[in-house]
């Protein structure tokens, strides 16, 4: 079974920083597997959930524009995990934020979603 472990969060002081990781665990009897695209989405109450930042496996990042020039998003392939660094947080980053990874088994491709993880913003 696919899972993606999410940690990091809490609550900051508007300013401050943050730093999110998400690891993908593959499941060890399964070859061919490979994580493909992963990514960062939040939801903030009674809104929809959104985009924050993208990266492909050959490495290509997409912002969403609320947080470009803010956060910073990398990836480590050889370990299967995304780091999300949020600086000069405001209080309208607020949301659970959710890890985003496509894996494929064999040819199929299939998306995972990890359980969220709050981020609260103060000001």
């Known amino acids: 079974q696919v899972q993606l472990v999410e940690s990091g969060g809490g609550l900051a002081q508007a300013g401050g920083s943050l730093r999110l990781s998400c690891a993908v665990s593959?499941?060890?009897?399964?070859?061919?597997?490979?994580?493909?695209?992963m990514a960062w989405y939040r939801q903030a109450p009674e809104k929809q959930r959104d985009l924050v930042a993208r990266i492909s496996s050959d490495g290509s990042i997409t912002y969403a524009e609320p947080v470009k020039g803010r956060f910073a998003l990398s990836r480590d392939h050889a370990r299967n995990t995304m780091y999300l660094q949020m600086n000069s947080l405001k209080p309208e980053d607020s949301a659970v934020y959710y890890c985003?990874?496509?894996?494929?088994?064999?040819?199929?491709?299939?998306?995972?979603w990890g359980q969220g993880t709050q981020v609260t913003v103060s000001s």
């Open positions: 593959l499941p060890e009897n399964i070859i061919n597997s490979r994580v493909n695209d």
């Open positions: 985003y990874s496509e894996v494929t088994y064999g040819v199929v491709p299939a998306d995972y």
